[in-house]
């Protein structure tokens, strides 16, 4: 199998003529260009001769298991506070529920499991590439960095699989206690038939202990994932605004001469001159 094969070409060529044949220019400029590229590894050659890309393949997200396991652990949660009326502790459990979602859609994304169109959203190719340039602009604005803060400040929520192990743990354990502590009640109503309702031999403190720990997990999740997207957004405002003062650099005469007498700041002129660029 070969890359050109995956294309399925069937036709008699004979009938393109003198246009099936590159030019001697065109020839000469697709080698130059690909003699000047990285040559591609065997292992991509193969892949993308086989075909049946798959992103999930080569990525994965490492934070699924855990919250898999969370989303099972407070259904259960959610389904059992509502048999015993535990409305507030089923309300946390919901909770955490719709954050769990949002916590491993996002993961997902910076982990590179998902395609990611929007600019803004952190993504593994978007928020890795924009860490790498907010270095370099580090080191120009003379702040060199000796860690990968900047880099990694957008991957937040991939580094924090202990925690995420515990609270898995802890949540299944009480979706266990509060399953088992489950009993029905059985009375007549007096007029020959019987009303079942169902109640918890957990006190009240346990209970809230639940729903507390349910809403303080939601909360760590909440943080991780918004201080990713808080870190990116900042390190593409950073990059936009090192991009608009870099056109103050190595100005020409007319721009020089538009910018002192015309379109110029006071504020812009001054630092222009003192940095004696005008």
């Excluded at 959610?78 to 719709?98: C, D």
């Excluded at 395609?115 to 993504?123: C, K």
């Excluded at 003379?142 to 802890?170: C, H, K, R, W, Y």
């Amino acid at each position: 199998m070969s890359v050109f094969n995956r294309l399925g070409f069937n036709f008699d060529t004979a009938r393109f003529g003198s246009a099936h044949t590159l030019s001697t220019g065109a020839a000469n400029t697709v080698n130059l260009i690909s003699n000047n590229m990285p040559a591609m590894p065997d292992w991509q050659k193969t892949d993308l001769a086989n075909g049946g890309i798959v992103r999930t393949g080569y990525f994965q997200n490492p934070t699924t298991t855990y919250v898999n396991s969370m989303l099972s652990s407070a259904a259960i949660i959610s389904s059992n506070a509502l048999t015993i009326n535990a409305f507030s502790l089923a309300a946390s459990a919901n909770s955490l529920i719709l954050e769990l979602g949002k916590f491993v859609s996002h993961t997902a994304n910076i982990s590179g499991v998902t395609v990611v169109y929007a600019s803004d959203v952190p993504s593994y190719a978007g928020a890795a590439a924009t860490g790498q340039s907010s270095l370099l602009t580090l080191n120009m604005s003379g702040e060199p960095q000796s860690n990968t803060d900047v880099m990694l400040g957008s991957f937040t929520s991939l580094f924090i699989q202990d925690i995420l192990t515990a609270n898995a743990n802890q949540i299944l354990t009480y979706s266990t206690q509060l399953r088992n502590s489950i009993s029905a009640n059985v009375t007549d109503d007096g007029l020959g038939g019987t009303t079942i309702t169902y109640g918890s031999n957990l006190s009240s403190n346990v209970v809230n202990s639940i729903g507390y720990y349910c809403n303080t997990t939601s909360d760590i999740l909440y943080t991780r994932r918004m201080h990713d997207w808080t870190f990116h957004r900042n390190l593409q405002q950073v990059t936009q605004d090192n991009g608009f003062l870099q056109q103050f650099n190595n100005l020409g005469a007319t721009q020089k001469f538009l910018i002192k007498n015309v379109i110029g700041t006071t504020s812009l002129v001054d630092k222009l001159t003192s940095a004696n660029t005008i």
